[in-house]
């Protein structure tokens, strides 16, 4: 599901515009399984973009460009994906009928669960069981401000690009995943993907993204844990998060920060009981994002939640072009390439 999407091309360019680093997949689905056909990513000077909102607006279109010319990607139209807390993701029940005559029904019944003015909302849902017999169907309902999905677009106006589809960030890295990972699609699993300011808490349901939740915990906190507790520089602060050997000065903050996760994820998976799902009964645990490569990260949040949380590989089950990684490191970029990947693989 996607906010709205135009077209139906070959490729499709996802584009993950993220607060440290922009990443970008094409994916080619002409042959009818989709393969990856190039990555690349940028960073983002700091505090160019904060909490989502872009700062400055110059620096990021430069990047951009920047990044779309050195790939030699030449196409135009893009993938995309909104978030945050201008967002609201429900799983809603209406009286059956047809798909066709549910829009006006299912936005007049919006009005209940979102705390925006419905005119001022972008709106999309989906039948989730469109073959069952029941009096009433089950609906995934996605709002979101129009003024966030309109920034978008006139950010990738402005570096000379077209949205072709606005996707939602949590049914981004849910395509990806399922894609990789489709035993996680039966029962409970879930999925913390940890940004660069912000990590996503999804929760899957029988292979439907039915919670998601953005705690303000992400890299740069590392960062500037390192930088304040033990006046490391910037860069410094920055190999030691992408060490792969134990930084004893991290210790104590990895414990910190994932203990801060770990809360959210709680707070999260209390709510999702609410609406009938055990969350306790959460079969599998996956990880993804810059943070999941922090050392030390994921043992400590799978120590705290009692489980034990896999570092997602967006390409395990994805056919991949040869040459694709020749100039990076397959196991170090992976865990930030599933929204990109996700975005390419989005079929309007």
């Known amino acids: 599901m996607a906010l709205f999407g ?22 080619d689905h002409s042959s009818g399984e989709p393969e990856l056909t190039k990555v690349a990513m940028t960073p983002v000077l700091a505090d160019a973009i904060v909490e989502g909102e872009v700062m400055d607006p110059g620096v990021v279109t430069e990047a951009i ?17 909104v978030g945050g807390r201008d967002l609201i993701i429900r799983k809603i029940q209406v009286d059956r009928m047809k798909e066709s005559d549910a829009y006006d029904v299912i936005r007049w019944e919006a009005q209940q669960y979102v705390p925006f003015d419905i005119e001022a909302v972008e709106l999309d849902f989906q039948i989730l069981d469109p073959d069952s017999d029941g009096l009433q169907m089950d609906v995934l309902l996605v709002a979101a401000k129009r003024e966030l999905v309109e920034n978008k677009i006139t950010l990738l106006s402005d570096s000379g690009l077209k949205a072709e589809t606005v996707d939602v960030d949590a049914f981004a890295l849910h395509n990806a ?6 035993e996680a699609m039966e029962g409970v699993c879930a999925l913390v993907n940890i940004g660069n300011e912000t990590t996503n ?22 960062r500037e844990d390192l930088q304040r507790g033990k006046a490391m520089g910037a860069e410094e602060a920055d190999e030691a998060l992408r060490s792969t050997e134990q930084i004893p000065e991290l210790a104590g903050y990895v414990t910190t920060r994932a203990d801060e996760i770990a809360i959210g994820f709680e707070r999260a998976a209390a709510f999702l009981q609410t609406a009938g799902v055990d969350a306790g009964k959460v079969q599998r645990f996956y990880m993804s994002g810059g943070g999941a490569r922090i050392n030390g990260i994921v043992e400590a949040l799978g120590s705290r939640l009692g489980v034990s949380p ?3 590989n967006p390409v395990q089950r994805l056919k991949v072009r040869e040459g694709v990684f020749d100039d990076i490191e397959l196991d170090e970029v992976a865990p930030l390439l599933l929204m990109a990947i996700g975005l390419g693989l989005r079929q309007a």
């Open 65 to 81: 460009r920047g990044l779309l010319s050195s790939a030699g990607v030449k196409t135009k139209g893009v993938a995309v994906a």
């Open 6 to 27: 135009l077209g139906g091309k070959k490729s499709r360019v996802g584009l993950d515009i993220g607060s440290g680093l922009i990443k970008l997949a094409v994916v």
């Open 310 to 312: 896999e570092v997602v």
């Open 201 to 222: 808490v999804n929760f899957v349901v029988d292979g439907v993204p039915l919670l998601t939740r953005d705690l303000n915990i992400g890299t740069r906190k590392f």
């Open 177 to 182: 995943f399922a894609v990789n990972y489709p």
